[in-house]
């Protein structure tokens, strides 16, 4: 059984930075493809970021492109979304989420797909 856990999360400026992590135990993350998601009081949870088994391909919602990083250290079963030039629009719970897959490339998937889910860790953006 896959276990993941967030942590990272805080209470930011406007214009500043946030490292979250994904550390996952009971299975070894190199045979899942991993997604960060996100959901905002009274809003729907939305997609952010997804990176594939080995790390090399990555994708972004049109949000968050060119300030979200997503990286992954399989080493240290760990998977990481840099968040800079936050908004206050970025303000929500951040879940990370795993699903197994033979398939190396990165394959957009629903939410739904999604097997593992850690309990979330809360990012605000607020002056």
């Known amino acids: 059984q896959l276990q993941l856990v967030e942590s990272g999360g805080g209470l930011v400026q406007p214009g500043g930075s946030l490292r979250l992590s994904c550390a996952a135990s009971g299975l070894t993350l190199d045979n899942y493809q991993i997604g960060w998601f996100r959901q905002a009081p009274g809003k729907e949870r939305e997609g952010v970021s997804w990176?594939?088994?080995?790390?090399?391909?990555?994708n972004y919602a049109d949000s968050v492109k060119g300030r979200f990083t997503i990286s992954r250290d399989n080493a240290k079963n760990t998977v990481y979304l840099q968040m800079n030039s936050l908004k206050p629009e970025d303000t929500a719970v951040y879940y990370c989420?795993?699903?197994?897959?033979?398939?190396?490339?990165?394959?957009?998937?629903?939410?739904?797909?999604?097997?593992?889910w850690g309990q979330g860790t809360q990012v605000t953006v607020s002056s």
């Open positions: 990176i594939s088994r080995s790390g090399s391909g990555t």
């Open positions: 989420a795993a699903v197994n897959t033979p398939i190396r490339a990165l394959i957009q998937r629903e939410p739904a797909d999604y097997t593992y």
